[in-house]
């Protein structure tokens, strides 16, 4: 079925907006003049080792091809990133607060249990009392995009998809046996598809770490503190505070795996955009986000973060009691991430493979 012509004007003013968006995200992260940094990365294909421009690399990486051989040195969104363990794309935070919940001394069988009756069934029963449960009859567009992202991620297990009424751009997953996506209204309404696919990964990327599992735990933990252990009673509010801390690593790996199921710097920066200024269209300067201005606020946060003074103290007092990092932190870590980070590795294949997974 043909398009609209007001559908086909619409997309052709996104991929307007798309592409000078990367042209001024590439300008400010590598200025001219600055030189252009490089990266050795093994092709997939012959193992020739290939040095290559790390801008042209995060940018436009479908054009980097092998010296050698002339394959595509780096996956496409096409290709998944089969076996793709979680480990490797932890972020630091997340990966030492894991390996602590992971130390706790508890009996599997119980901890099973407990688990599966705080987290699975509580969250199913209130979804399907709540939310619009969807398939290939209800929602298949929603359907095919979220398995787009699983497959991109090689996530093994099929999650139950809900759609829930919200006036707040909002996803969320939970689970430990049975996974759960629910996708707020508003995301559906806000939203392109390479964008939900970004937001999609992200949740993933809580599935793919265990996060609902130890988040499931934490929460067990901390609710028992009040009555039962009165040593974990004394601490459990700078336990929630560590908690916390931990939610908020967990989220920056999320948005790493959300980046590599969409595999576009400058997608995942526009979602993190909108969650900070709303839906833009971009058509008009009253409704245009500028990435190179707000990039420079991203660094002028992080600046005032990594200081010693009151504004370093304030700052992080700020995120003290938050779920989430701030937009601006969020943002960073992935520009750092991919410029500084093991990215570029993973997009060519060199990743850390899973164990076989017994759900």
């Known amino acids: 079925m043909a398009q609209a012509p007001q559908e086909e004007a619409q997309e052709e003013a996104q991929e307007e907006l798309q592409d000078e968006l990367q042209d001024e995200l590439r300008t400010v992260l590598w200025p001219e003049g600055d030189g252009t940094p490089t990266r050795v990365v093994s092709c997939r294909h012959c193992g020739l080792k290939n040095r290559i421009p790390v801008p042209d690399a995060v940018m436009t990486p479908e054009r980097i091809d092998c010296g050698g051989c002339s394959g595509a040195l780096f996956l496409t969104r096409e290709e998944p990133f089969e076996g793709l363990s979680a480990d490797a794309y932890l972020h630091g935070a997340d ?8 130390s706790v001394p508890v009996v599997p069988g119980l901890l099973h249990s407990v688990l599966r009756y705080a987290g699975d069934r509580p969250a199913q029963l209130m979804f399907l009392s709540e939310a619009i449960r969807c398939d290939e009859e209800q929602f298949p567009e929603l359907v095919a995009l979220v398995d ?4 991109r991620l090689d996530f093994p297990v099929k999650p139950t998809v809900y759609l829930g009424e919200s006036p707040h751009m909002n996803a969320l997953t939970t689970g430990v046996e049975e996974p759960v996506v629910v996708v707020r209204s508003s995301l559906l309404d806000q939203m392109a598809d390479d964008e939900l696919v970004a937001i999609l990964g992200h949740e993933f990327g809580h599935l793919h770490a265990s996060h609902p599992l130890y988040r499931t735990m934490a929460s067990v933990l901390l609710r028992s503190g009040g009555t039962a252990w009165q040593p974990l009673r004394l601490v459990s509010l700078p336990l929630h505070r560590v908690f916390l801390r931990w939610g908020r690593a967990a989220e920056l790996t999320a948005d790493r795996a959300g980046l590599l199921a969409c595999r576009s710097l ?4 526009r979602v993190l955009l909108t969650f900070a200024g709303g839906n833009r269209p971009g058509t008009t300067d009253r409704t245009k986000i500028r990435m190179e201005p707000f990039i420079r ?32 932190r969020r943002v960073m870590h992935l520009i750092n991430w991919v410029r500084y980070g093991n990215y570029l590795n993973i997009l060519s294949g060199d990743y850390r493979r899973r164990r076989p997974r017994t759900y």
């Open 95 to 102: 990966r030492r607060s894991l390996n602590v919940l992971r």
């Open 266 to 269: 400058v997608t995942s920066i």
């Open 148 to 151: 787009l992202a699983r497959k």
């Open 297 to 328: 606020q991203c660094r002028e946060l992080a600046k005032i973060e990594s200081g010693q003074g009151l504004d370093g103290m304030l700052a992080e007092q700020l995120s003290m009691d938050r779920t989430h990092p701030h937009v601006a």
